[in-house]
């Protein structure tokens, strides 16, 4: 592997890229004025009040915030009036050592640059979900060449036959991670792709096709140049991942039916059955699609199936997921055995199946979209990267982004502690670890994705704070992050009830642990950076339902 950055061509010339540079479209001097002054005193609406609508709808449709400046500086720092924390060179030198190329060109990054690992297993791999914060990184940065390639290389992979034993996979499955095999003598590379045939548990991961068409609108919206969202290799891979999830079938719920570990959480964790994470990144992914889509006859099919999906589905989950104290109470009255169209208890939820945690940890104001919803089965769990991404797409209202918010400030304590940020709360312990995730001697209680804390989600939590306006709980965040995490040698997680411990197996180096922090620290010090992840709410998606307290407050 070449160590450090290569002189990645761009597709747009400097002065192209100019072209779409923000400075021309938003009162720049003035946003830079303004940012001098901490954003803990100010929220990005605030900030915004120097920008006209129509250059915040401008912002929502072709901004271009990348800007290059020589390949060693980031470009964000040298557009400072402040010295930048000296963890982002860090940072910066660390990302750049687990580039992966793939006949001379980046491709990708490697899941952890850890030598002093015995155990490899797949962690020497281009994960496409780690990969996500990498290209943001390099994105906000002006560097959008590696995010191409890596775009096109893993729409290639999805071309290939994938099968587990004698079973043939959906045509749309796009792979967990990639290898590059570099032959020295034959001077030739090839890719090796895991589709799940090879994952601990043979699970195909349902995210991957989510994150790449949520990445190819992030690479559209930052460079301006839609030409590659338009190639028909990229219109059909969009299509053949869409198809695999819009299939009708004997569903009658709207969301995803899915395996356990087919996500972010890979392993065995009663994720089963419809996972919060699946769900939010599913309407994401919609979302991002859908102005994407040719309108050609093989495209218009799939957008009108599309658009009854988001609004059968904004309408499920806004309902059935939402909970704060009010529809905790509801379900806590709850009666059961009720039939016909007249129930209200619909699932035929047992309250005594509530958990006597929840209990506590509701508070009065503020709400969350719980783990998951079948029949007669809510998980309760908080799980961090499903509520985010609900921000970040406009599947949780205003309202309910705002109370999603207000639970983080009002139980810091369980879901930030010393670390940012828990994967869900709370831990399985005793009798329901042993059921739950078949005894996994790494999921223990507080450690992995049994309520251990993932640096890598501060990007999404920042992202989340600056969307609702926020942003001083991402400053707070950032702040924990910034006191351990270089010190640690960037681990992939942390363990215990606060966070404080590096986890019992965790990698160091690891590379989206370095790119969550770059992404945030990039977000927090220009806004502007978030409508690349960002969607702003569609109007005609109301909820229909509005039943609790939290959602008017
Ligand atoms: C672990 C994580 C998974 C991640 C992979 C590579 O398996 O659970 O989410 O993609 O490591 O970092």
Redesign the pocket.
């Known amino acids: 592997m070449e160590m450090g950055l290569r002189n990645v061509g761009s597709h747009c010339s400097i002065s192209e890229m100019d072209d779409y540079d923000l400075s021309s479209l938003l009162d720049r001097p003035k946003l830079n004025i303004e940012r001098q002054r901490s954003f803990d005193e100010r929220s990005l609406s605030e900030l915004s009040i120097g920008l006209t609508k129509a250059h915040l709808d401008h912002l929502d449709s072709t901004y271009s915030p990348g800007r290059r400046s020589g390949f060693d500086t980031p470009a964000s720092s040298t557009r400072n009036s402040f010295e930048p924390h000296p963890m982002v060179a860090d940072a910066w030198d660390a990302l750049r050592r687990s580039l992966v190329y793939f006949k001379g060109q980046p491709v990708g990054t490697i899941?952890?640059v850890d030598h002093a690992s015995e155990e490899v297993?797949?962690?020497d791999?281009v994960?496409?979900?780690?990969f996500v914060p990498s290209a943001l990184a390099f994105l906000m940065n002006g560097e959008p060449e590696i995010v191409k390639n890596f775009l096109l290389k893993t729409l290639r992979l999805q071309g290939w036959e994938k099968r587990i034993d004698r079973f043939k996979l959906g045509e749309g499955v796009m792979p967990?991670?990639f290898k590059v095999l570099h032959d020295p003598d034959r001077k030739s590379d090839t890719l090796v792709a895991d589709f799940g045939e090879s994952a601990?548990g043979r699970v195909a991961p349902v995210d991957s096709g989510f994150w790449w068409i949520i990445l190819l609108r992030a690479y559209t919206k930052s460079t301006g140049d839609h030409s590659l969202a338009e190639t028909s290799e990229c219109q059909k891979g969009m299509r053949l991942i869409l198809t695999l999830c819009l299939a009708e079938g004997f569903d009658t719920f709207p969301t995803l039916l899915c395996a356990d570990g087919c996500?972010?959480?890979?392993?065995r964790m009663g994720i089963y059955g419809y996972p919060i994470e699946i769900q939010a990144l599913f309407f994401m992914a919609l979302r991002c699609a859908l102005p994407m889509l040719k309108h050609d006859a093989e495209g218009k099919e799939c957008i009108e199936r599309i658009v009854k999906r988001l609004h059968a589905l904004s309408y499920h989950i806004r309902s059935y997921f939402w909970l704060d104290f009010q529809q905790l109470n509801d379900i806590y009255r709850y009666k059961t055995e009720e039939y016909s169209h007249t129930a209200v208890n619909k699932f035929n939820v047992i309250p005594d199946s509530i958990p006597e945690w929840v209990f506590d940890f509701m508070p009065m104001r503020g709400g969350y979209f719980i783990g998951n919803v079948s029949p007669a089965r809510m998980d309760f769990r908080w799980f961090a990267l499903g509520n985010c991404v609900a921000i970040l797409s406009s599947l949780a209202t205003p309202e309910q982004s705002a109370a999603i918010m207000d639970l983080i400030e009002a139980r810091w304590e369980e879901l930030v502690g010393e670390m940012p940020l828990k994967i869900s709360y709370p831990a399985l312990e005793g009798h329901d670890w042993r059921i739950v995730t078949g005894c996994d001697p790494k999921n223990t209680r507080w450690s992995?994705?049994n309520g251990g804390s993932w640096p890598v989600l501060l990007w999404l939590v920042t992202a989340a704070c600056i969307k609702t306006g926020r942003p001083q709980i991402a400053r707070r965040a950032i702040d924990l992050v910034e006191a351990r995490l270089l010190k640690d040698s960037w681990p992939?997680y942390y363990d215990g009830k606060l966070g404080r411990y590096i986890g019992k197996q965790a990698?160091k180096y690891?590379?989206?642990s370095i790119a969550g922090y770059l992404v945030a620290k990039m977000m927090l010090e220009d806004p502007s950076h978030l409508g690349m992840i960002s969607l702003e709410e569609d109007k005609q998606m109301k909820p229909v339902l509005n039943r609790s307290s939290s959602w008017n407050c």
């Open positions: 899941a952890a297993l797949n962690y791999q994960f496409v979900r780690d967990a991670s601990i996500s972010m959480v890979d392993r992995y994705h992939e990698r690891q590379t989206w």
